[in-house]
């Protein structure tokens, strides 16, 4: 039943109390109508417990604005919502429509840093190699709207929504990514299901990252990194110890990243969060270690650019040409595919704060 408002309602309780069930949570499709934004479709869903997060069906089914009755838990970047008719692929162009949010998908075929590899497997002689800019390009395809609305199971009530992404071309990658965003009325979390299909006729490598961003105020001086990891290795020459205690924003910091040694709790899931206990406020992951068996977090604690990522990942950190070189980038035969879950949610206060540190405390082993 739908804990709303201090009370669990049944179905027919609630349908006494509202003509709809959007007066209390629902989904809604509206375009953006300015700026770069014009013209981008998204889906506003609320769960009825304050818990609210937007869709970003032009950029991918990925997660913009979150927030928990009013307070933002996600990140958003100077650049905001573009249109993905403006993107930038190649080097480091990713930066220029990296509006931030819950969550931006980096992939499918391709994510990390830059790279060009062999593109030999697609028998077109002039394109011997194939060059990759920064977190591939699935974040700026724009998906097929495939259904959304709220589905009741008994006395429960799931608000969902489901779309395509396709990353293709012409003697290269076929590559299909189909999601589904559910949310339960009356809780405070989301839930990413992602199939990655190769819908072509050649071997295509594959790879997918998570970005998962935290912002202010959850993200602020004195706030925590809690992730089921026994270890972990600086990317670059910044210092490990302290990492996980996030500091003020500082006038030209430069970005670090730490790759984790996953711990996980029986079933192989992995949780992690960012939690300021001044607010009692946090935002948390879990994900499946055998599906993501690599973990970042992304400390950029500048000035205007505040933002912790927790990214779940395919792949190590230095990304598409190592893991070829160690045998493991993922290959997806014609007709394969995989899938991927990922749950998303708010910590609302510090007993939901000190239950969920318990649980990663438990999953570092």
Known sequence: MPDLFGH???RGELARRVGRIDQVAGVRLVTLGDG???GVRMLEFRTGTGFAFDVLVDRAFDIGRCELRGVPL??????GVEGPWYSEPE?????????????????IEHSL???KDTAAQYHYPPKQTETFGLHGRISNRPARLVGYGERWDGDECVLYADGETQVATVFGEQ????????ARIGASRLHVHDVVENVGHDRTPHMLLYHVNAGFPVVDEGAEILVAATGATARGDHAVEGYRRLAAPAAGFVEQVFEHELGGEPDGSVPAAVVNRRLGVGLYQVFDRAQLPHHFVWRTLGEGTYVVGIEPCTNRTAGRLDARERGELIELAAGESRSYDLELGALDGNAEIDRFAGRVERATV
């Open 36 to 38: 770069g934004a014009r």
């Open 74 to 79: 996600a990140w958003i970047s100077g650049v």
């Open 113 to 115: 840093f830059m790279a």
């Open 175 to 182: 590559l299909v990514l189909r999601r589904r965003i559910e």
């Open 8 to 10: 669990a309602w049944s």
């Open 91 to 107: 080097g480091l162009g990713f930066f220029r429509t990296f509006g931030g949010g819950l969550l931006v998908t980096c992939g």
